[in-house]
């Protein structure tokens, strides 16, 4: 099946620094990937949608200018969280929809941030 | 897209059959319903998704009540290793373009050795 990495898979960093997480399709491409984040015992909450060749759409409550998301290519999406913060410290996930029967949705392994 | 509600938790002895249900009572007639799992700290990983017939992988098998109004997902031979947090979510699925996932809390399945 197809394949999302993410990439670092953990982090740490200092408070008010800024910190870029990758999103890679391996073998298909994307031209939309979902940014999610999960707080630690909740689940899954959707920040933004990433749009190859546009701007990122954001869920309400999400600061646009602090989760700055690049679309690069078909095949790489990167969110940068800007000037980091403790309270910004959770689980990034990214996926990307599949092109079979249904739309499926692939999953990236996640990136750990913990913001010192 | 349609709610779904899971109980929060279930127990399965090892290498007996976990079934895991789901209600989704307001599904529409183009909805999907899918099956995550997710392993502590890793992703979401996809297990099966089907819309009304039956559906079996390598991984689980998928029952769909007639009305369509709640599943089972079904791990013939529970381990260890499929100890997680199972997600139920009915979406309307588009071929070639995407629509995000909404998560609700999930079942958390524990397995028993």
């Known amino acids: 099946g197809a394949v999302v990495s993410q990439h670092p898979s953990w982090v740490i960093c200092k408070s008010g620094t800024s910190v870029k997480i990758e999103c890679r399709s391996l073998?298909?491409?994307?031209?939309?990937m979902f940014w999610y984040r999960q707080f630690p015992k909740q689940s899954l909450m959707l920040m933004a949608t990433?749009?190859?060749?546009?701007?990122?759409?954001?869920e309400q409550g999400v600061e646009k200018d602090k989760f700055l998301i690049n679309h690069a290519s078909l095949t790489l999406s990167t969110l940068t969280v800007t000037s980091a913060h403790p309270e910004d410290s959770s689980f990034y996930i990214c996926?990307?929809?599949?092109?079979?029967?249904?739309?499926?949705?692939?999953f990236g392994p996640g990136t750990r941030l913990t913001v010192l | 897209d349609a709610k779904t509600t899971q109980p929060p938790s279930m127990d399965c002895a090892e290498g007996r059959a976990a079934n895991l249900p789901c209600n989704h009572s307001?599904?529409?007639?183009?909805?999907?319903v899918y099956w995550y799992r997710q392993i502590h700290s890793q992703g979401p990983q996809y297990i099966i998704h089907?819309?009304?017939n039956n559906e079996t992988n390598e991984m689980a098998s998928l029952i769909i009540t007639e009305d369509r109004k709640s599943s089972t997902l079904i791990l013939p031979h529970a381990t260890l290793r499929d100890t997680a947090v199972y997600y139920c979510?009915?979406?309307?699925?588009?071929?070639?373009?995407?629509?995000?996932?909404?998560f609700g809390p999930g079942t958390r399945l524990s397995v028993l050795p």
């Open positions: 996926s990307a929809p599949g092109t079979s029967r249904g739309d499926t949705q692939y």
């Open positions: 073998d298909f491409q994307a031209t939309t």
């Open positions: 990433s749009n190859e060749g546009s701007k990122a759409t954001y």
């Open positions: 307001t599904i529409s007639g183009n909805e999907y």
């Open positions: 089907g819309l009304k």
């Open positions: 979510i009915v979406r309307v699925g588009v071929r070639g373009y995407g629509q995000n996932f909404v």
